[in-house]
């Protein structure tokens, strides 16, 4: 392990931590950020665990809480947990919670996402800098008793806690294949979608954070050949596809074409203008420009920020907002604590299905108005200097440019695109739309021969 100093700072991000186990994150530097943790919400009493199925989780959580009982709290340790699922005890039991995760990275990483008591976030700005200041020091234990270290089952409660936000009552049998990618899925589907009638048609529901089928990231392209094909083959009425925490959810027709994120969006934020006429509605500068047109079009507001989940959760809390959703399939829910939950999604996506007889590429067919290029990522020395590129080469044309998030440019026949850093990985991520698939080819290859060159 290098330097405390240095490595607190290479794996504590924008929103969360991450690194590689062994080079970047040990037992040891996890019960310094545990204690940190503990020493920033003191005032709770009480710290909610949960871990995914990767092999390194269970000895960091377990460290993290040991670092968070010398601090004088007890922890509630729930065990394999989807973040979700970690979110909603959180909310439930109203105290802060720590997830460990490395989400969609590979099996050499791990990682922690924090929150405050009813799932809070807990980024740069709100907590994680002065938890990784107060790590590098090394926390003293403080002089009091230390805190207990419980265990509780929350899975059938959060399943329960999902059924109440959705109406399922008018769904029609309906098969869905469901691809869990080895990850928290396979433990989560189970006791969300056996209680509604549906034909549930598993792939890859063992837990193995070693993924030895596909990578836990639908939203690469090549983990979805998979469940399209697998939707193709059980005569699907649609499939879904989760990262490996869970927490995000794609979409696949029954053509075994994938639904963008941006359109489940749409679908949703209609189905909660339905029912709360005026509401306000988050979307991140990268989701389609259909969104905000079919809220506006619908009486609601539609609010544009920046890509995150801390972000997105502290706008909708600022906002009043009562949905958001991102180009990544995450959505997040107001009567769910403002968190994010890949299953709510997909519970509305199967009611808005199951309510009406169409087939799913009919349903959501008007929510599709553009081309997109989906996230396309480039390895890069130098990511300002490839930003500055493009921008210079883009100067001529482009109607306007903002920096919200990276760089946003909009061109004058209605196309745009997006080239930001990644906060976790060292990649330049690009997203393009336009009128159709040729416009977007066009475009994303004009940029990623700057950003290659």
Known sequence: MADRTELLAS???????????????????????GAAFGRLVRDAGRVVVGQDMRASSPELAEAFAAGVVAQGLDVVHVGLASTDQLYFASGALDCPGAMFTASHNPATYNGIKMCRAGAKPIGQDTGLAQIRAEAAQQVPDLDVAPGTVSHQDVLADYAAHLHGLVDCSALRP????????NGMAGHTVPAVLGALPLQVQPLYFE?????????????????????????????????????????????????????????????????????????????NLITSRAVPELVTELGGTAVRTRVGHSFIKQEMAERGAVFGGEHSAHYYFQDF?????????????????????????????QYERYAASGEVNSTVSDAAAA???VREAFADRAVSVDTLDGMTVDLADGAWFN???????????????????TAVAALRDEVLAIVRG
């Open 387 to 389: 930003t500055a590129a």
């Open 337 to 365: 604590w403002c968190a994010d939950s890949g299953m709510l999604a997909a519970l509305h996506v199967l009611a808005a299905l199951g309510e009406q007889d169409r087939p799913l590429s009919e349903l959501m067919a």
């Open 174 to 181: 309906m098969t869905v294949a469901v691809d869990a990618g």
């Open 11 to 33: 794996v504590v991000k924008a929103y969360d931590v991450r690194g590689l186990v062994g080079e970047q994150l040990d037992a040891a530097l996890v019960r310094e950020l």
């Open 419 to 437: 080239l930001r850093a990644s906060n976790t990985e060292p990649l330049l991520r690009l997203n393009v739309e336009a009128a159709d698939a």
């Open 207 to 283: 837990l193995d954070g070693t993924f030895p089928n596909h990578e836990a990231n639908p939203l690469d392209p090549a983990n979805l050949v998979d469940l399209q094909a697998h939707v193709l083959a059980t005569s699907a009425d649609l499939g879904l596809a989760f990262d490996g925490d869970a927490d995000r959810c794609f979409v696949v027709d029954e053509r075994g074409e994938p639904v963008s994120p941006s359109a489940v969006t749409a679908l949703v934020a209609a189905r909660t203008l339905a029912v709360q006429p005026g509401a306000t509605i988050i979307y």
